[in-house]
């Protein structure tokens, strides 16, 4: 079983900055990609940032020069920071991450996994 577990969140002036983090766990080969999407209210799911196994990057237009993603694949997270957030960054913000578990007779599958979401809030 695999687990990604979010933390951080929570409401913030506009301006302001919040952390989040994601911790993959369980019976993990490798990890491919990992990073961040949000939904806000009655939107659809949108891509924020994410970084591959190879460190390529990548963010939405909107967040690019104020949000930054990290990554440490010795301990599998992957941590978002977010700063001069605006109120349209409001959301609920899902940690994913691509991971390849071993499986019986040596075969290993590669699947998508999210987190259970964490809800951030800017006021303005």
């Known amino acids: 079983q695999v687990q990604l577990v979010e933390s951080g969140g929570g409401l913030v002036q506009a301006g302001g900055s919040l952390r989040l983090s994601c911790a993959a766990s369980?019976?993990?080969?490798?990890?491919?990609?990992m990073g961040w999407y949000r939904q806000g209210h009655g939107k659809q799911r949108e891509l924020v940032a994410s970084?591959?196994?190879?460190?390529?990057?990548n963010y939405a237009d909107s967040v690019k020069g104020r949000f930054t993603i990290s990554r440490d694949n010795a301990k599998n997270t992957v941590d978002l920071q977010m700063n001069s957030l605006k109120p349209e960054d409001t959301a609920v913000y899902y940690c994913?991450?691509?991971?390849?578990?071993?499986?019986?007779?040596?075969?290993?599958?590669?699947?998508?996994?999210w987190g259970q979401g964490t809800q951030v809030t800017v006021s303005s």
């Open positions: 994913y991450a691509v991971i390849t578990t071993p499986r019986a007779m040596g075969k290993y599958v590669r699947n998508d996994y």
């Open positions: 369980g019976s993990i080969f490798s990890i491919d990609a």
């Open positions: 970084v591959n196994s190879g460190g390529y990057i």
